[in-house]
């Protein structure tokens, strides 16, 4: 019986269907994909011209690149004070003695949003934020804030704002959740020392819970942060990048080249781009958490 | 208690009942609008409907939503059997056997966790083509298999060391082969960690947006998700009815969460992954 263990020829039906389809369908496009950034070809055509690297010149040439760049940025900064910072101070509070009786409660309202499809709630919000009939604006007035009310999608201004707004309403729960699974696993016994020392709460935030937590919250930032350059689906129901191309994030720039203008060399161009950025957040995250795994 | 914790305990909850009426306002207007005529939702989108217009669903229903449901069913069942099974097969060869080389197929596996769907948008829509499977129900299934599987393989690796080896031994004392130890021990010991994988994997599916949109064409293949955004340009000004289409998308999830929140919560443990 060990020895059959111990035999690759015996594993390997068990692996290789799965591990077939990973390397066909999730590998072998990514490599493709940055040889088709070399070419100029368009969907339905036979011929491919090698351009080499002119897409990459003009990528890196093209504004829209940097308004896209600078959303994607935004959107980590954002998400990361609201949905790691929020959301830690959130879930300590459901820890803490005088509320943990309703933190289930708390926790599965503040969870939903992110079990909806993001499409879904793009198409919800979009009607939310509608001057004439969404209740956004009747929100406002209703404070009496009527110099408040605003086109916010609009707006190219307000629009990235506006948009990334609903992605903290869909996801800050989810922070929550993980932070709270990680908070489960801190000793008792060192918020009963911590106490007795005379800590108050905002001491015993700092000196026990967030060190004890310090590797989820590494991974929750990362998440976040490689989460806001994939963005697609919520800008792409409520903007599709405009107005003008005031939204547009790496994800619509890409869908908008292959799928609006035909030119697929240069979306390829634009996804090896994500790849790369991608890529090199998910080595530091998987770094990170190692270290803290050892630590 | 004393006054500061008082003090204290107020703001808490003046705070946390505001953030959940934040969340759940949203989600209540769209299931009271999506019961109300285009008059009254136009009138007077906070109330509650004068009259509830439970057709507007019927509406929704035959509008497209009916067809849509029914591919999204289709489509995360098979993706989520196929899921489960190659996923815990590989997870059990890759948790039980020793050889030279697993380490580093294990890691290959694990390595699909770090790639961003979008990246192999435009080359997946081509291979697609190429062995076409473009525009079937098998150009999204095959795709989200492939990309939910490392994530279930590492859920199921992990759970599956866990299983005591002890209990192997025990029932291959009369003999049994490596088939019998995954179908008889692995599988019923697994069922928690399965159950948590076809949960998160699922969500994700349902949930799919960029690949449904572009790896079918044909308004009959479509998922919800999609389906929806055509039902918005098709009924344009008739709220209540688009309304009620999203409420119909929504909440097989929201239900299926507060069902199996113990799975879900599991699977969010041994994962820390999102999407």
Redesign the interface.
């Known amino acids: 019986?060990q020895k059959?263990?111990?035999?690759?020829r015996?594993?390997?039906?068990?692996?290789l269907?799965?591990?077939l389809?990973?390397?066909?369908?999730?590998?072998?496009?990514?490599i493709?994909?940055v040889y088709?950034s070399l070419f100029r070809w368009n969907?339905f055509s036979v011929e491919r011209d090698f351009v080499g690297w002119e897409y990459y010149v003009r990528l890196f040439r093209d504004p829209v690149f940097y308004t896209a760049v600078k959303n994607n940025s935004l959107y980590a900064v954002i998400s990361i004070v609201v949905q790691v910072g929020g959301g830690l101070v959130?879930a300590a509070?459901l820890e803490?003695r005088?509320?943990r009786r309703w933190q289930s409660l708390?926790r599965?309202?503040?969870?939903?949003?992110s079990?909806?499809?993001?499409?879904?709630v793009g198409?919800?919000?979009q009607?939310?934020y509608n001057p004439?009939?969404?209740?956004v604006n009747?929100a406002l007035q209703m404070l009496g804030q009527n110099e408040w009310v605003h086109a916010w999608l609009g707006d190219s201004k307000t629009a990235i704002f506006a948009v990334i707004a609903v992605s903290q309403?869909q996801f800050t729960?989810?922070m929550v959740?993980?932070f709270l699974?990680a908070m489960h696993k801190i000793p008792e016994d060192l918020y009963e020392s911590s106490m007795i020392d005379g800590a108050n709460?905002i001491q015993t935030f700092f000196k026990i819970t967030i060190p004890q937590i310090k590797e989820?919250i590494l991974?929750g930032t990362m998440?976040t942060v490689?989460?806001a350059?994939?963005v697609?689906?919520e800008v792409?129901?409520m903007t599709f990048g405009g107005p003008g191309r005031s939204t547009e994030v790496?994800?619509t720039m890409?869908?908008r080249a292959?799928?609006r203008n035909d030119e697929?060399g240069y979306?390829?161009t634009i996804?090896?781009v994500?790849?790369a950025i991608?890529?090199a957040l998910?080595?530091l995250q998987?770094k990170w958490s190692r270290s803290g795994q050892e630590g | 208690m004393t006054l500061q914790n008082k003090v204290y305990r107020t703001v808490i909850w003046v705070w946390f009942l505001l953030y959940s009426l934040w969340i759940l306002y949203p989600l209540l207007w769209l299931v009271m609008n999506g019961l109300k005529s285009n008059s009254e939702f136009f009138l007077d989108t906070w109330s509650l409907p004068k009259q509830w217009l439970w057709q507007n669903y019927l509406a929704a229903w035959d509008a497209g939503i009916g067809q849509y449901f029914f591919n999204s069913i289709l489509v995360t069942l098979v993706s989520v059997v196929l899921i489960l099974l190659l996923g815990s097969m590989a997870a059990y060869g890759l948790s039980r056997f020793r050889f030279k080389g697993v380490d580093a197929l294990l890691l290959i596996i694990l390595s699909g966790l770090m790639l961003a769907p979008q990246v192999s948008l435009i080359s997946l829509y081509k291979i697609l083509q190429t062995i076409g499977l473009y525009n079937t129900y098998w150009a999204l299934i095959v795709p989200y298999v492939a990309f939910q599987l490392p994530f279930a393989i590492f859920l199921m690796r992990s759970y599956f060391l866990s299983i005591p080896r002890e209990l192997e031994e025990s029932a291959c004392m009369d003999g049994c082969n490596t088939w019998g130890i995954y179908l008889h021990i692995i599988l019923p010991m697994g069922r928690p960690i399965l159950a948590s994988a076809a949960l998160l994997t699922g969500m994700s599916i349902w949930n799919e947006f960029m690949f449904a949109m572009v790896f079918v064409e044909d308004t009959s293949l479509r998922t919800i998700p999609v389906g929806l955004m055509n039902l918005r340009s098709q009924l344009n000004t008739n709220f209540g009815v688009q309304l009620a289409g999203l409420t119909i998308a929504a909440l097989p999830m929201i239900i299926a969460f507060v069902l199996f929140q113990r799975q879900f919560v599991r699977g969010l443990t041994a994962g820390s992954v999102k999407g």
């Open positions: 019986m059959t263990f111990q035999n690759a015996s594993a390997l039906p068990y692996i269907p799965a591990l389809l990973i390397l066909s369908f999730v590998f072998l496009p990514m493709l994909n088709y969907a959130i509070i803490d005088l509320i708390f599965t309202i503040f969870f939903i949003p079990v909806i499809s993001i499409a879904v198409l919800l919000w009607l939310l004439d009939i969404g209740l009747g309403w729960g989810y959740m993980l699974i709460r989820m991974v998440i490689i989460g350059f994939k697609f689906d792409y129901v790496l994800g890409l869908y292959a799928f697929m979306a390829s996804a090896t994500i790849f991608t890529f998910s080595l998987m």
